[in-house]
C-alpha cells in the first residue's frame, strides 16, 4: 500500500524553508552534543570564540558579532563571566562602559571550542562537496542580508563595522 498524496504539496520554496530550519536544528545539536564535555551550550561557545578573535570588545560590539543572540547578550556574558572564562573591566574611555576580555581559562576553552567546531565542519564537509557549499552561499545571503543575524555575520566577516564605541554601552546592574 502506497502511502496517499498529499493535499496541497510543499511549494519548493517552503521546503527550502523547512530544510533550511531542520539542517540548523541538526548543526546545533551535533554542536551541543560536542560542547557538553565542556560543559558549554551553543551560545556560550560562539561568544567565546569571538571574543578569542575580537577581543578586547564592549558588550555592544560582542552582540553586534553575534549571530545566536540578538541585541544585548548580558546574561550569556554575565555566565561567562561568572564561570571565570571572561573578565568584565572598565573601559579607558569611559568608565560606565564595560571592556570584555578572555581570562586564561576562557581562551583555553576557546581553543577547545575550536577543536569542536573543526569537527563539525569536518562532518559537514564529507556531507556535502565545496562545490555544493559555494553554490548555496549566495542563496543563503539572500535571505539574510539586511537582517540582524546577516548582519551579525557579516560583521564577524569584516563586511560591515562594529557599532561605534562611543555609543551607549551596558554596565553590569
Known amino acids: 500500500m502506497q502511502p496517499p498524496k498529499p493535499v496541497n504539496p510543499m511549494k ?7 530544510l533550511v530550519l531542520a539542517a540548523q536544528r541538526e548543526g546545533n545539536r551535533f554542536l551541543a552534543e560536542a560542547l557538553q ?5 551553543p551560545s556560550q561557545a560562539e561568544a567565546l570564540r569571538t571574543l578569542q578573535e575580537w577581543q578586547p570588545l564592549s558588550l555592544i560590539e560582542l552582540g553586534s558579532l553575534l549571530v545566536c543572540e540578538q541585541g544585548s547578550p548580558s546574561r550569556l556574558v554575565a555566565g561567562l563571566v561568572a564561570a571565570g ?3 568584565r573591566t572598565p573601559s579607558s574611555d569611559d568608565k560606565r562602559k564595560v571592556v570584555l576580555t578572555l581570562t586564561p581559562r576562557g581562551y583555553e576553552l576557546a581553543q577547545q571550542v575550536a577543536r569542536v567546531e573543526e569537527a563539525l565542519y ?3 564537509g564529507a556531507l556535502i562537496s565545496d562545490e555544493q557549499i559555494e553554490t548555496m552561499l549566495p542563496a543563503l545571503w539572500a535571505i539574510v542580508t539586511g537582517r540582524p543575524a546577516g548582519d551579525a555575520l557579516a560583521r564577524r566577516l569584516r563586511r560591515l563595522p562594529l557599532p561605534s564605541r562611543t555609543e551607549e554601552d551596558e554596565t553590569p546592574g
Open 12 to 18: 519548493p520554496i517552503e521546503e527550502l524553508r523547512y
Open 122 to 124: 569536518a562532518a559537514l
Open 85 to 87: 572564562y571572561v573578565t
Open 37 to 41: 564535555s565542556l560543559a558549554l551550550t
